[in-house]
């Protein structure tokens, strides 16, 4: 199995083959391949996945990624809440201040707005269903914005964390 840059799984008649002896009940929607797959009449028999011939997608990965952002499933106070002021608004100390105003225009120069907005929807949405997640890991647990979110439990300030390591 391949995956492109955009994420999209793509499969050889072999690897559907594989998925199918393993789990007959397997569950899949449409399946992405890059050859001719000389079953699909079969396939269609037996009410399994669409077979679709890949095509690379002619579209950026900024651009792609702008797209998908909008199709997010989110509320619209979410969409339309002032992410900067909220999260200044969580800060005690001048220092957290400073800390947090320097990651927000980095955040900002990346055009990360519409992503923090989502992680705070998200963060609500498992903490109103008492949703379990973890403590942090990786270079995310070097962004006190994402902290004080609730993202992660590692505050960046307290073990001297540079936000460099978290947006490289």
Request: hydrophobic content about 35%; charged content about 30%.
């Amino acid at each position: 199995m391949e995956t492109d840059k955009y994420g999209t799984q793509i499969l050889s008649e072999n690897d559907i083959c594989t998925a199918y002896l393993r789990n007959p009940d397997i569950n899949i929607k449409r399946v992405y391949v890059n050859e001719p797959i000389y079953f699909d009449d079969v396939l269609d028999l037996v009410n399994v996945p669409k077979i679709i011939k890949y095509e690379p997608k002619k579209v950026s990965i900024e651009e792609f990624d702008n797209t998908n952002q909008k199709l997010w499933y989110m509320p619209v106070e979410y969409y339309t809440m002032d992410i900067a002021k909220y999260i200044l608004d969580l800060c005690k100390e001048d220092f957290e201040l400073q800390r947090v105003g320097e990651e927000l225009i980095k955040f900002q120069e990346r055009d990360m707005f519409p992503l923090l907005r989502y992680c705070k929807y998200l963060v609500d949405t498992m903490r109103k269903h008492n949703v379990v997640w973890g403590v942090g890991r990786g270079s995310s647990v070097s962004s006190y914005v994402l902290y004080l979110l609730g993202i992660h439990r590692i505050n960046s300030i307290h073990y001297d964390l540079s936000i460099d390591e978290f947006l490289k």
